[in-house]
C-alpha cells in the first residue's frame, strides 16, 4: 500500500463541525488537495475560501478522491453518509482508503469495515481524543482500529492533526477505546462538580476552591479548562452536552451488552440527562451548575460574567 503523503493522494473531508472543520484545515497546511463536503453549506464554503474544493454532494465527492475522513455527529449519521444510494460507498473507486473519525459504537465500525470490504473499500475507524485548540494546534490523540499495513500507510496523514496515534487492534478497537477515554471524561466531571459543590457547601470561596483544585495531580488535562470556564459561569459548548449524552449511551449500551454493571457512569448519566432536559445547548461541564442547583446553591444561568 502506498503512503498516504499529499502528493500521492487526494483527500475528501466530510462533516466539518467543530472538530472536523479544524482537522481540515490543517490538512490544508499540510499541503494535501482536500475536497469537502457537509450538509450545512455555509461550513462547506468556508473551507473553500481556505483553498479546499467543494463538492456538490456525497457521491460527487466519494467519486474524486483516493482517502477519505469523516467526522459525524452519530451512528445514523454515519451509515446515512456512507450506506444510502447516494452514499460514500455508491460513489467510491475500488481501492479508496476510509478513515472514519466519529465517535460511534464498535459494532457500528466493524459493520462500515465489512461493508467497504465487498467494494474493495478499506475502512478504519480512527477515533478522536482531544479538545478543539488541540485539533487547531495538531495535538490530538487518534485511536485506531483495523489493518497494521494502512495504519502506517496513513501516517503522514495522523501526523498533519495528531500529537500522537495507537493501533488498538482489529476493525472496532478504536472506537471501543474512545467509549473507555469518555467514560473517564464524563464520570470524571461529575465527581470534579459533586467534590466543588461539597466544598462550597463547607464554605470554601468559589474561586479560590477551582482555582487551587485546577493545580492538583488528581485533576486530569482534559478537565484542567473547564475549572477555569466555570469560575466565570462559561458554560459554551467546546464538547456539547448533547454529545457527551450520546456517548454515554454509547457506553452504558455496551456495558449490558457485555453483562457489566457500570454504576458511576449510570450516575453520571443521569446528571447529564437532567441537564440536558434543560434545553440549552452547553459544554458537558454544566453538570457543575446543574449539581449547584441541586444542592440549592444559586446558579448563574445569564451569560459569563467578566474575569
Same mark, same amino acid.
Do not use: W
Given at each position: 500500500?502506498?503512503?498516504?503523503?499529499a502528493?500521492?493522494?487526494?483527500?475528501g473531508?466530510?462533516?466539518?463541525g467543530?472538530?472536523?472543520?479544524?482537522?481540515?484545515?490543517?490538512?490544508l497546511?499540510?499541503?494535501?488537495?482536500?475536497?469537502?463536503?457537509?450538509?450545512?453549506?455555509?461550513?462547506?464554503?468556508?473551507?473553500?475560501?481556505?483553498?479546499?474544493?467543494?463538492?456538490?454532494?456525497?457521491?460527487?465527492?466519494?467519486?474524486?478522491?483516493?482517502? $477519505?475522513?469523516?467526522?459525524?455527529?452519530?451512528?445514523?449519521?454515519? @451509515?446515512?453518509?456512507?450506506?444510502?444510494?447516494?452514499?460514500?460507498?455508491?460513489?467510491?473507486?475500488?481501492?479508496?482508503?476510509?478513515?472514519?473519525m466519529?465517535?460511534?459504537s464498535?459494532?457500528s465500525?466493524r459493520?462500515?469495515?465489512?461493508?467497504?470490504?465487498?467494494?474493495?473499500?478499506?475502512v478504519?475507524?480512527?477515533?478522536?481524543?482531544?479538545?478543539t485548540?488541540?485539533?487547531?494546534?495538531?495535538?490530538?490523540?487518534?485511536?485506531?482500529?483495523?489493518?497494521?499495513?494502512?495504519?502506517?500507510?496513513?501516517?503522514?496523514i495522523?501526523?498533519s492533526?495528531?500529537?500522537?496515534?495507537?493501533? $488498538?487492534?482489529?476493525?472496532?478497537?478504536?472506537?471501543?477505546?474512545?467509549?473507555?477515554?469518555?467514560?473517564?471524561?464524563?464520570?470524571?466531571?461529575?465527581?470534579?462538580?459533586?467534590?466543588?459543590?461539597?466544598?462550597?457547601?463547607?464554605?470554601?470561596? @468559589?474561586?479560590?476552591?477551582?482555582?487551587?483544585?485546577?493545580?492538583?495531580?488528581?485533576?486530569?488535562?482534559?478537565?484542567?479548562?473547564?475549572?477555569?470556564?466555570?469560575?466565570?459561569?462559561?458554560?459554551?459548548?467546546?464538547?456539547?452536552?448533547?454529545l457527551m449524552?450520546?456517548?454515554?449511551?454509547?457506553?452504558?449500551k455496551?456495558?449490558?451488552?457485555?453483562?457489566?454493571?457500570?454504576?458511576?457512569?449510570?450516575?453520571?448519566?443521569?446528571?447529564?440527562?437532567?441537564?440536558?432536559?434543560?434545553?440549552?445547548?452547553?459544554?458537558f461541564?454544566?453538570?457543575?451548575?446543574?449539581?449547584e442547583?441541586?444542592?440549592?446553591?444559586?446558579?448563574?444561568?445569564?451569560?459569563?460574567?467578566?474575569?
Amino acid at each position: 500500500m502506498k503512503t498516504l503523503t499529499a502528493d500521492q493522494v487526494k483527500v475528501g473531508f466530510i462533516g466539518l463541525g467543530n472538530m472536523g472543520s479544524r482537522m481540515a484545515q490543517r490538512l490544508l497546511n499540510h499541503g494535501y488537495h482536500l475536497e469537502v463536503y457537509d450538509r450545512d453549506p455555509a461550513k462547506a464554503e468556508a473551507m473553500a475560501a481556505k483553498g479546499g474544493a467543494v463538492a456538490n454532494n456525497i457521491f460527487e465527492l466519494a467519486r474524486n478522491i483516493d482517502v $477519505l475522513l469523516s467526522c459525524l455527529t452519530n451512528d445514523e449519521a454515519v @451509515r446515512s453518509v456512507y450506506t444510502g444510494a447516494e452514499g460514500v460507498f455508491a460513489g467510491a473507486r475500488a481501492g479508496t482508503v476510509v478513515l472514519e473519525m466519529s465517535t460511534i459504537s464498535p459494532e457500528s465500525s466493524r459493520e462500515l469495515h465489512k461493508l467497504g470490504a465487498t467494494r474493495g473499500i478499506e475502512v478504519m475507524d480512527v477515533a478522536i481524543s482531544g479538545s478543539t485548540t488541540a485539533a487547531e494546534n495538531g495535538a490530538l490523540t487518534l485511536l485506531a482500529g483495523g489493518n497494521r499495513e494502512l495504519f502506517r500507510a496513513a501516517k503522514p496523514i495522523f501526523e498533519s492533526v495528531a500529537k500522537q496515534y495507537f493501533l $488498538l487492534g482489529g476493525p472496532g478497537s478504536g472506537t471501543a477505546m474512545k467509549l473507555v477515554v469518555n467514560t473517564l471524561l464524563g464520570v470524571g466531571m461529575q465527581a470534579i462538580a459533586e467534590a466543588v459543590v461539597l466544598g462550597e457547601k463547607a464554605g470554601l470561596d @468559589r474561586k479560590n476552591l477551582l482555582d487551587v483544585l485546577s493545580q492538583t495531580a488528581v485533576i486530569a488535562r482534559a478537565h484542567v479548562g473547564k475549572l477555569s470556564r466555570i469560575a466565570i459561569n462559561d458554560y459554551t459548548p467546546q464538547f456539547p452536552l448533547r454529545l457527551m449524552n450520546k456517548d454515554f449511551k454509547l457506553i452504558l449500551k455496551a456495558a449490558a451488552e457485555a453483562r457489566m454493571p457500570m454504576p458511576a457512569t449510570e450516575a453520571a448519566f443521569h446528571v447529564n440527562s437532567e441537564e440536558l432536559a434543560g434545553g440549552e445547548e452547553e459544554d458537558f461541564s454544566a453538570v457543575l451548575r446543574r449539581m449547584e442547583e441541586v444542592a440549592g446553591i444559586a446558579a448563574d444561568r445569564s451569560a459569563p460574567v467578566a474575569s
